[in-house]
């Protein structure tokens, strides 16, 4: 058993654990809150995410070393200090980037050359770069610099691009090691997760999870999921591949996803969850209960005086009428994106709390089935 990764209960497969970091100790299973460019969309400060149960947040590397530059976090203190944010950050690599800016860039060995989504400027990362603009940025959990590959590539190509991801991280891993023994290093216990990748090649998924454990890294991730598979494909997957990742370090599933997804996922072994649903559905209007998702923009939530969701404790529902964060919503007013995007936090976080406690008591699968239950029932 790891001494930063505590297995607290085990129902099935699904994990009640604690992750022992430098900021700060986090219980799982976690869902990060995204705030792409060191903040959460929709108007949500760090004082608000404290409020809202948010355990973890999660930056992302390319976009901060595009804007303002890593270099200059680093100058004001690191991202913490930066956004004044005192509990565990994790920065993703830059390496969905590679999957999502295809228009944009050319993979090497050495690396990714990339075209600004900004300004066009050239930028080049590799390995050793992804680490060190982790390092600037100083965050707790830094991930391996790899390659997101489509799911629709051929095996012939995921193949490639996957003992290629490996090689990467053998050298993310060396250079994390040197930069976390630098003077001027603002956090010298950065640590490093590597990600499993393999489209939906049952065996190719499997051979890459073996040999990375090898590495005894802090955690891992199951990259390279939900981006264009079937729900069926990304849970067969997940089944494939956690046997195969050390039991007694976390397992994160990158990018996923929806109530639903966690909950199969955490039934499958999996500790660590980020998505950008919660706060890009907020922003839309459309709102997680436990009835299902609501759309406030329909027509009849105008005279609706009920909170978003009975008894739910975030700050929109303490205060505010359905009808009105509708009219906010109508009306282009900031304030609604904002309360919705706490509501939608909120439940993603305390549905978190709920599934640690379920798994504590040994009642996860009733738990779980009741919930998607719920989600199914839709509201009256």
């Given at each position: 058993?790891?001494?930063?990764?505590?297995?607290?209960?085990?129902?099935?497969?699904?994990?009640?654990?604690?992750?022992?970091?430098?900021?700060?100790?986090?219980?799982?299973?976690?869902?990060?809150?995204?705030?792409?460019?060191?903040?959460?969309?929709?108007?949500?400060?760090?004082?608000?995410?404290?409020?809202?149960?948010?355990?973890?947040?999660?930056?992302?590397?390319?976009?901060l070393h595009v804007r303002p530059g890593d270099k200059i976090v680093k100058q004001l203190g690191g991202l913490h200090k930066f956004m004044n944010w005192d509990k565990p950050i994790l920065t993703d690599s830059g390496g969905f980037q590679v999957f999502s800016l295809a228009g944009l860039r050319k993979i090497k060995e050495e690396g990714v050359y990339f075209n600004s989504h900004v300004d066009g400027r050239k930028i080049f990362m590799g390995p050793e770069e992804s680490m060190q603009i982790q390092s600037n940025l100083a965050s707790t959990i830094a991930m391996a610099f790899d390659e997101c590959p489509s799911s629709k590539s051929d095996r012939d190509y995921i193949q490639k691009s996957v003992d290629r991801t490996k090689r990467w991280l053998v050298r993310c891993k060396d250079e994390?090691?040197?930069?976390?023994?630098?003077?001027?290093?603002?956090?010298?216990?950065?640590?490093?997760?590597?990600?499993?990748?393999?489209?939906?090649?049952?065996?190719?998924?499997?051979?890459?999870?073996?040999?990375?454990?090898?590495?005894?890294?802090?955690?891992y991730a199951i990259g390279g999921l939900a981006v264009g598979e079937s729900h069926e494909e990304m849970y067969r997957i997940i089944d494939s591949v956690v046997p195969h990742l050390?039991?007694?370090?976390?397992?994160?599933?990158?990018?996923?996803?929806?109530?639903?997804?966690?909950?199969?996922?955490?039934?499958?072994?999996?500790?660590?969850?980020?998505?950008?649903?919660?706060?890009?559905?907020?922003?839309?209007?459309?709102?997680?209960?436990?009835?299902?998702?609501?759309?406030?923009?329909?027509?009849?939530?105008?005279?609706?005086?009920?909170?978003?969701?009975?008894?739910?404790?975030?700050?929109?529902?303490?205060?505010?009428?359905?009808?009105?964060?509708?009219?906010?919503?109508?009306?282009?007013?900031?304030?609604?994106?904002?309360?919705?995007?706490?509501?939608?936090l909120y439940f993603y976080n305390t549905m978190m709390e709920e599934i640690r406690s379920a798994i504590e008591e040994h009642r996860y699968s009733e738990y779980k089935q009741k919930k998607l239950d719920g989600f199914n029932s839709a509201e009256k």
């Open positions: 058993m790891s001494d930063r990764y505590k297995i607290l209960a085990l129902d099935g497969k699904a994990k009640r654990g604690e992750f022992k970091t430098v900021h700060g100790m986090i219980q799982t299973p976690v869902f990060m809150n995204v705030g792409t460019a060191a903040a959460i969309k929709g108007a949500v400060s760090t004082t608000d995410l404290q409020e809202i149960k948010t355990q973890v947040e999660l930056s992302n590397t390319y976009h994390m090691e040197r930069l976390n023994g630098l003077e001027d290093t603002i956090n010298k216990e950065q640590l490093l997760f590597g990600i499993n990748q393999g489209g939906t090649f049952d065996d190719i998924r499997i051979e890459h999870a073996k040999e990375i454990a090898k590495l005894d890294l802090p955690g050390p039991q007694d370090k976390p397992t994160y599933l990158m990018g996923v996803g929806t109530p639903t997804n966690i909950l199969e996922a955490v039934d499958r072994g999996v500790d660590f969850f980020d998505c950008v649903y919660p706060t890009r559905n907020g922003r839309h209007g459309h709102l997680y209960t436990n009835k299902g998702k609501i759309n406030l923009f329909n027509a009849k939530y105008e005279l609706d005086s009920r909170p978003i969701e009975e008894g739910c404790g975030c700050p929109a529902c303490r205060s505010y009428s359905r009808a009105y964060i509708r009219h906010l919503l109508k009306a282009k007013e900031m304030l609604g994106m904002r309360l919705c995007v706490l509501h939608n």
